[in-house]
């Protein structure tokens, strides 16, 4: 009697363990694996600048990221990318752009993150063809160069935090200095989207650097009720109003001022638009600016 229900429990004990075992690999093959990052090869950088018809100057690499300077017909721009595993996705961390214009030198970067990077572009076809090494100054101690190979333009990292890019000096093959040009400290915009409906696809366009150059376009993407973007690139300075594009119910939606006649960039570094959408409301006069804050003087 004591034999068989011995061998009873010994069997269930057996059973429980086996059912264990089981359950704990079946549960390490269902875990979802950790994602991580890497940089894209070239042949997604060149599937990436296809589909957004844009022609690669130069990149750069950054860590798990890489940046990329490019041209279009009408404005330059730098994308930073990185590629999640295993999924494989590539997809852009930030971006800026800027139209182009008669100005000798283009800069545009960005100051967060660890590694903060300016790409300059040389727009003087003298300048270009003379330029061997470019030179930034981050303050009147400190300096980051880069040579040319050539190219019409460069991205320069700095190996660590810095409050602004101040002047790029162009460099020829005998050390002599070309043309320098003073930057101003670089602006930044997020927004805040204090409506109880989703934006989706935002861009916020602000006026070009010159009368005649095209509006400077910054991407946020969707933003959802009630949160708040990172901070993005304004090249051309952020202004107490903008236009703005987006998409509802699959349609693009233009949103436009009247002029910037008479208008400049506020005094500051980092602002924060509070935005709401009322989509009842007819296109053209959906999205609301309540309020610019600024975050950093």
């Given at each position: 009697m004591f034999a068989r229900s011995w061998g009873q429990i010994k069997n269930g004990l057996v059973c429980r363990i086996v059912i264990l075992v089981v359950t704990m690999l079946f549960a390490s093959a269902c875990q979802i694996a950790t994602?991580?990052?890497?940089?894209?090869?070239?042949?997604?950088?060149?599937?990436?600048?296809?589909?957004?018809?844009?022609?690669?100057?130069?990149?750069?690499?950054?860590?798990?990221?890489?940046?990329?300077?490019?041209?279009?017909?009408?404005?330059?721009?730098?994308?930073?990318?990185?590629?999640?595993?295993?999924?494989?996705?590539?997809?852009?961390?930030?971006?800026?752009?800027?139209?182009?214009?008669?100005?000798?030198?283009?800069?545009?970067?960005?100051?967060?993150?660890?590694?903060?990077f300016v790409a300059v572009v040389i727009q003087d076809m003298t300048l270009r063809a003379k330029t061997i090494a470019i030179e930034i100054a981050i303050d009147s101690q400190n300096y980051l160069t880069s040579t040319t190979d050539g190219k019409s333009g460069v991205v320069i990292v700095s190996p660590s935090p810095v409050q602004g890019w101040k002047t790029v000096t162009l460099y020829d093959a005998q050390g002599r200095g070309l043309y320098s040009q003073s930057g101003n400290p670089l602006q930044q915009l997020r927004v805040l989207n204090r409506g109880s409906e989703d934006i989706k696809g935002l861009t916020i366009l602000f006026p070009g650097t010159t009368a005649d150059a095209e509006a400077v376009r910054i991407e946020f993407g969707d933003v959802?009720?009630?949160?708040?973007?990172?901070?993005?690139?304004?090249?051309?300075?952020?202004?107490?109003?903008?236009?703005?594009?987006?998409?509802?119910?699959?349609?693009?939606?233009?949103?436009?001022?009247?002029?910037?006649?008479?208008?400049?960039?506020?005094?500051?570094a980092k602002f924060t638009y509070r935005l709401e959408l009322n989509s009842r409301k007819e296109p053209g006069g959906q999205i609301q600016l309540i309020e610019v804050l600024v975050d950093e003087p």
């Open positions: 994602p991580t990052f890497r940089p894209p090869n070239q042949n997604e950088l060149q599937t990436f600048a296809r589909d957004r018809n844009i022609t690669p100057i130069v990149d750069k690499l950054l860590d798990d990221s890489l940046v990329i300077l490019y041209e279009t017909n009408t404005s330059f721009g730098y994308y930073l990318l990185r590629v999640q595993e295993p999924q494989g996705l590539l997809s852009a961390v930030s971006n800026g752009s800027a139209a182009k214009s008669d100005q000798p030198i283009l800069t545009i970067g960005q100051l967060t993150g660890t590694q903060p959802p009720a009630d949160k708040t973007t990172d901070y993005r690139n304004a090249t051309s300075g952020v202004y107490r109003y903008s236009a703005f594009a987006y998409t509802l119910d699959g349609r693009l939606i233009n949103q436009a001022v009247m002029d910037w006649v008479g208008e400049s960039p506020m005094k500051g």
